[in-house]
């Protein structure tokens, strides 16, 4: 399919819902009785949440605001590893393995359009993956709220601070897919394309950690343009991916002429 | 149900596959039949599941044309075709994390079927599967995959079904209940496109057969095929050899020529068996000679199919 007829399906809106509902549903249920998915989905918050946690009730409350800030953004910057590495590591595995397994081609013999497809398969790594995301932050803040020195808990509980975890976790994790997603339908080796499918995930983590040193002040406004922003590249993410979905590269390992 | 080339479900009109300077299969043309058993032969290599897999919408072909369950082989009717036929790939592919139901499930929201249940229920039952429905996948021999396999190529009723090398790596018995399958939907009407090495299920199964070696050897039903190529004949076995053959079968009506048979015995070219056995028979009483058996020789389409390809082989040997 080429790039504009691509872009043609996903604006005439022929998107079948029925068969991203099916293809979320395969997923999640096989990610269920998958150890190695389990396992990650389980350790690593669990290692993020705790870092966190020890990181902000040993700050100490004798520096300046500033000093104090840096400590707490740089803390924050932790929670939204999770929803970065997770949905890459499973999104970047997600066609590749299907291809090594030989289950993509009984798949693609069927009416499933390469949009639906791929939507499906993000939304199956997006839905755990902020799930997750969102449980560790309200955690993380509900721990600052009820045992954190009160000058931490003041600076830790900022609004534009909290609006930026919020609006972030979903589109960072978004971000993360498409690139392990675009990472996943060009490798040939799942080992490889997990690499590299949580390396390409991690360059969006920059813009925010402006924010978390202060490089940027957090606002509302700084918070909700940069959500903005990366919205834009999440779908600018999921145009150029989908075309690269090549059915016959796919199978053949050769581009289609 | 019998297949009518009246109503063609498939019809390949100079179809031509090339990845870089590699043909995969060139200047294919056939029509299947509705409800037609359609065998597709060739040794490994020959483009086989190319040409499954570019009228099953998964690969561009690059040059020629096609209509699939009545719609043209093109991009935009991708979609569509893909609703109307079934692929068997020559690996089931299933989830292996998966029970056999969850698979089935999954292909029915693929195809956005309604009743579902009813589906999958008929499914398994078309490929004697109820009772495993609920097994994980990872668990099943080879022969039940391949079974799983089937039951979800079943699931949307196709028009044609493919089937890439069913029996491939199974058992006899396995690939008698894939035989016994095949027959079954035939017997239903389901237009059957099957790939296979198995020479022998091909003419058990197939109404007609295609022999491909990239380019399109020869089709026609088993019979004809062998008729094409090979004289008609009789094999003649006696105790002792004769002690004149020459004087025995030489000028008989309907005998055009005779040679020993170096497994013991005589073959004979005859214009018709059955105007020239009565007559050789008569003539090997005549000669007092101590006859074991009298009979048609058959080539098989094993002996069709070597000729073919061996043909190919010579030629591209010189």
Redo the contacts between chains.
Sequence with gaps: MSAIRAIQAVRSGRIDSTRVRAVVRKEVTDYRRNRFVLGTMTVLPILFLANPIINIFTAPTNVSHTALDARVGSTMLFLLLVPVILPATIAATSIVNEREQGTLEPVLTTPVRSEELLIGKALAALIPAVTIAYTMLGIFLLMVKLFAHQQVADVTLEGPRILAQVLFIPLLAGWAIWAGLAVSVRANDVRVAQQLGTLASLPPLAITALMAFNVITPSFRVAVLFAVGLLLLDVLAYRLIAPMFDRERLITARRAK | MTATMDDPVLVVDKLTK???SRTAYSDVSFSVGRGEVFGFLGPNGAGKT?TV?SL?T???P?SGKATVAGLALT?DNA??I??R?????E????????SVT?NL????????LSDGEQRIKKALDAVNLTDRAQDICSSLSKGLRQRV?LA?TLLNDPEILFLDEPTSGLDPVAARGVHDLITGLRDRGVTIFFTTHRLAEAEALCDRVAILNTTLRTIGRPSELREQLFNRGLVVTTATPLADPARVFTGLPGVEGWEPDPAGGYRLAVSDPAVAAPEVVRALVHAEADVLSVGESRHSLEDVYLELVNEDVEANQR
């Design positions: 090339t990845f870089g190319t897999r099953g998964l690969i561009t690059t991009a979609v569509e893909r609703k036929i079934a692929i068997m790939t690996a089931p592919g299933l989830y292996g994390r998966l969850e499930k999954y292909f029915v929201g693929l195809y956005h396999g979800r």
